[in-house]
């Protein structure tokens, strides 16, 4: 069973602005903060190599792997004599009972709870504070997706470094927030009717007329656009690429992509088994890391905080993820961990790796604090272009 989430663009800033209207949301307090058991610095130092603005540690598993294994044991031990060993996990969708199972093999005295709340993550969220009612332990997003809950302090300042993991996994996000996978913009190509161009500009071409689709909430796709070439270069290539008859907007891309009627989307990850389909990405597409975290409002932050340790760096869990596509998700993990990681990726799984780590070692430009509220302004003008 796919495990889809969404945790990035247009329809997670719809979610999140509800965030900023809510004068009560605000967490009052910080629970106590959880102590690392001895000494994490016993883990190596990175051996680094650039993957575009993401430092890799190619000896993660050799030599940080085994510390930061250690404080999950001890997590495991507090959080399952917290809350009566309850762990609450809202995200997008709620996870499946498979990907729970393969949890509890190795922390088997954790109850998760979870739910799928897709656009009412954010306000589920703050009304639970609001309310005092017990609220998930785990937060997650990209940085542009979750910037009201970076605003208003939901993300627990824990110091990830002091349970082992390198610094340089932690030079993209805020505090608190750890990196878990990769996402971002590519095109899904059917290549026994048309090969596609490396960059949107491409498409402006006379054979693509009729030929390519994007869904109404995607317009995501054509921000790094602007954030390249500025704002009217973007709304410029949106109204050229619709009043041409390029660009079909279309909520099902899936079907008329792998029958060919219109061979290329606009999109994410590809998820279709069709062997005519592939994914590629282009220029000034948008690549981002995307990260998990402690909600400040945990009641188990022990629990939480070793979910997102498993989640993003067990190596046992990302090889099923890697090669069992019952755990596929829409994100790759993060491309911080060895290459190790993704060579042992097989099917889809490949295909949509291979496209991203491409995807972030050609970009020049990837969300950041400083150019978040840049990046947030640009996907908006592009939904205006797009949706207007």
Request: charged share 20%.
């Amino acid at each position: 069973m796919k495990t889809p989430t969404a945790r990035s663009g247009l329809i997670a800033l719809a979610a999140t602005g509800m965030l900023l209207l809510s004068s009560c949301s605000t967490p009052s307090s910080t629970p106590q903060a959880v102590e690392p058991s001895g000494d994490a610095a016993q883990a190596g130092a990175c051996e680094a190599v650039e993957v575009g603005p993401v430092t890799r540690c190619e000896n993660f598993y050799e030599d940080i792997w085994p510390a930061i294994d250690e404080q999950m044991d001890a997590l495991y031990e507090q959080a399952k004599e917290t809350d009566g060993g309850r762990l609450v996990i809202w995200d997008w969708y709620e996870l499946s009972p498979e990907v729970i199972a393969e949890f509890n093999k190795s922390y088997p005295d954790l109850k998760i709870e979870t739910q799928g709340l897709t656009y009412n993550l954010s306000s589920a969220i703050i009304s639970a504070k609001a309310t005092g009612a017990r609220n998930t332990d785990v937060i997650s997003g990209s940085i542009v997706s979750s910037a009201a809950m970076t605003d208003e302090g939901y993300w627990a300042d824990v110091e990830w470094t002091k349970f082992g993991v390198p610094e340089e996994f932690l030079t993209l996000g805020s505090p608190g927030m750890l990196p878990d996978s990769v996402n971002g913009s590519l095109m899904q190509v059917n290549t026994d009717e048309i090969e596609a161009p490396a960059t949107l500009d491409g498409l402006l071409a006379p054979e693509y007329t009729g030929k390519v689709s994007v869904a109404s909430y995607n317009a995501n796709v054509f921000s790094g656009v602007g954030m390249a070439d500025g704002e009217d270069a973007m709304v410029d290539l949106i109204g050229q690429l619709k009043s041409s008859g390029t660009l079909q907007v279309l909520e099902d891309q899936d079907s008329p992509l792998s029958n060919g009627d219109v061979p290329i989307a606009l999109g994410q990850t590809l998820f279709n088994p069709n062997p005519s389909l592939t994914v590629q990405p282009y220029e000034n597409g948008p690549v981002f890391a995307q990260f998990s975290g402690v909600n400040v409002d945990a009641k188990n932050q022990a629990g939480g905080m070793l979910w997102v340790l498993w989640n993003a760096f067990n190596p046992e869990w990302l090889n099923l993820r890697m090669t069992d596509e019952q755990f596929s998700t829409t994100q790759v993990p993060y491309a911080g961990l060895p290459t190790s990681v993704f060579d042992e990726a097989t099917g889809l799984m490949k295909t949509n790796a291979d496209a991203l780590l491409a995807g972030l070692e050609g970009t020049t430009n990837i969300e950041s604090p400083e150019n978040r509220d840049d990046w947030i302004a640009m996907i908006n003008a592009a939904d205006a272009a797009l949706n207007g």
